[in-house]
């Protein structure tokens, strides 16, 4: 914890530490009723795992300062179910599976990544919005789940990771994947 | 969105600020009362349980003009009335601003009711010298100030929304807690409620009501919803007011907030003579919210 703020200082957006977790303040509203004291009420994301919550904090509530550090770095392999990844001066981290969650398909060779680090943990791994994943499994022209509107069938990318694509695509094909959803997003043709 | 778009957007609203002000002092001029500027930068700012200051360079900016307007009221002005900014720390929100507009008037020989009728027949005379103004987007909200007003007790309306009697039971958070969440929200959009005989703990500077010091001569009007304006039957006991000065003192210094000198020019006013008075201070702000229907200060205040 590298310093203090008090209730405020809280505004949209302000990252603290709170209960030793760090948050971001995602809505804010200040009350003061009459003669009596502010309160500042506010939902708080956790930094860590996304969950969410609805506080009311008084005047004299004070937070930390969260000590959060940003590193963009570059994916090298993985033993397992931890995951190597290498900063400009070719320090190594290792980030385990659960906390890439369903990034760690995503990944690539040399991919540059922004990692978040917590207390100089790694708690959160931002990708390249779009990466390029080829296509294992699926069925050739499958009639798919037609409920949505949008005709798709499963598919299987290279690694392991489900998800459904529309029915023109076909194994070995090279497709893009929002990191942002892990759904597909386009067909990129080869020539 | 640019600076000059936004700024043009507001038109309307200062246009109609601009004819509430000039409705506000016709209908103080017309009853005989004298439009008074006290000091803005201050030596001592009013000492309040959980209102804090502005420093300014060795002073303070004032969070409300009343020290200096009982001053003029002891010193023989029996009606006053003035309009001019004063400033919060850290209040800041849709209905916050650390800086903002209020209007605050005294009566001598008045109490907290005689001020209740005032601010009703003041709010009624300003909607309707201003119902016509409304341009584009902005249509005066009228009827929430001329419809029938609903006044009740602060322990009637703490009984039926949130199940408990603040008086007998007297809590500060959780009368703060149900005053916001269960009591505010329950008021009717359409009109304007005052809300009167608070508990003594909540009396700030008003006295005690005369034959039951559990309740303080202190009432809050809502107007569809939005807290607006404070009156109290003044308190003019010296002695009582050098009290509560200390006590809100030590709570203050307990908690970590900013303790104030005690204002002896005003407590020498108080012991000398000031009259049996009614105040009140409205929110201008606020009133331009009601008025024109918004629902945040970010509609209402050109520069923030």
Known sequence: MAGQYSAGDLRKGLKVE???RPYVVTEFNFVKPGKGASIYNCRLKCMLDGTTMQRAFRANDVFGVPDLEEKTMRYSYNEGDNYIFMDV???QTTIPATVLGDSRFFLFED???TVLFFNNNPVEVTLPTFVEKVIAETQPGARGNTAAGNVTKPAKIVGGYEL???LFVNEGDTIKIDTR????????LRR | MHERERLAALAPVLRLRSAVNAAIRGFFLERDFVEVETPVRVAVPAMERHIDAEPAGGAWLRTSPELHMKRLLAAGLPRLFQIGPCFRHGERGDRHNPE????EWYRAGADYRVMLTEIEALLRHVALAVRLRGEGALKVQDAIFTRPWIVESVRDVFRREAGWDPVADYEERRFERDLVERVEPSLPRDRCVALVDYPAAQGALARLKPGDAALAERWEVYAGGLELANAFSELTDAAEQRRRFKA???ERRAEGSAVYPLDEAFLAALAAGMPP???VALGLDRLLMALAGLATLDDVLPFR
């Open chain 2, 277 to 279: 008075s009614g105040g």
């Open chain 1, 164 to 166: 459904p694509v529309p």
């Open chain 1, 89 to 91: 001066n070719f320090e």
């Open chain 1, 18 to 20: 709170f209960e030793k």
């Open chain 1, 111 to 113: 991919c540059e990544v």
């Open chain 2, 248 to 250: 809100w003192g030590g």
């Open chain 1, 181 to 188: 959803t892990g759904q597909y997003s386009d067909r990129v």
């Open chain 2, 100 to 103: 903002y507009s209020m209007l």
